[in-house]
């Protein structure tokens, strides 16, 4: 595959991590951009060990202007930016009854305002250059709903109809836009979540044995399809919500 820039949020852990070495191993350069700048530096060190080309970036998308010095510094260093993964995202399990309106503020801001501040910045250039693709991190949460996770299940739908809408805006520019929505995943986020709410251990465990391959999905079951949907073999495919969830939604 050409090696195209490609910049994915949230990048240095978890999900993130495992979507920029799977971009990585595709021969993409890759800006790990995340509030968590040491790790995103290491996370491209590693990249670059293993042949890559890649920079760690400073990136918080509830901060405009941090956004744009991301994507400025990005191209500068490998290129304008071609695919862009909006993977950066915030929660906590609670009941609705026992959140506020500072809590619903930051989940749908760093969980949707972070998708539009970052599409927003680099969708223009894809679209003049006629080639661009457009991942977004979404979740099952917001297809069908999950208990304790009222105010970011409706982020993430709202994620859901933005990329469905963007997909047909851009479309004859020869960008794509497409949603992954994992279900049920191992990563630090979730773990600390569940040691940290109540009742938050007793709901990976029963969504454990809900999920039909008896498991929860893990970083890279997520990475594979958002390197698919990034790559030229998925052209024609735009404006799609693909679940990886080990089956736990089929519809």
């Known amino acids: 595959m050409a090696e195209r820039t490609a910049m994915v949020t949230g990048g240095a852990r978890g999900i993130g991590r495992a979507i920029a070495t799977a971009l990585a191993a ?6 790990v951009a995340d509030v968590l700048v040491k790790e995103a530096v290491e996370a491209a060190r590693e990249l670059e060990r293993a042949g890559g080309r890649a920079v760690g970036v400073a990136a918080d998308v509830t901060d405009r202007a941090s956004v744009e010095e991301a994507v400025s510094r ?5 290129g304008p930016i071609e695919i862009l993964v909006n993977n950066a995202g915030w929660d906590e399990l609670r009941p609705f009854l026992e959140t506020d309106e500072p809590f619903w503020d930051r989940v749908i801001d760093v969980n949707y305002k972070g998708c539009l501040r970052t599409t927003r910045a680099v969708l223009p250039g894809m679209a003049e250059r006629g080639w661009g693709r457009v991942v977004n991190i979404g979740s099952d949460a917001g297809r069908v709903g999950s208990s304790l996770e009222s105010v970011y299940s409706g982020a993430k739908g709202a994620v859901i109809a933005f990329t469905k809408t963007i997909a047909r805006e851009v479309a004859r520019q020869g960008v794509t836009a497409n949603a992954v929505c994992p279900g049920p995943t191992r990563t ?8 940290s709410e109540a009742g ?10 809900a999920v039909p391959m008896r498991r929860l999905g893990a970083p890279e079951d ?8 990034a790559s030229e073999r998925a052209g024609f495919i735009t404006g799609q919500t693909l679940s990886v969830s080990g089956g736990l939604t089929m519809a």
């Open 26 to 31: 595709d021969g993409r350069a890759v800006a």
């Open 74 to 78: 990005t191209e500068a260093e490998l």
């Open 188 to 195: 630090g986020l979730l773990e600390g979540m569940a040691t």
């Open 200 to 209: 938050g251990q007793r709901l990976i465990e029963s969504l454990s044995r």
């Open 222 to 229: 997520v990475a594979s399809a958002v390197a698919f949907l």
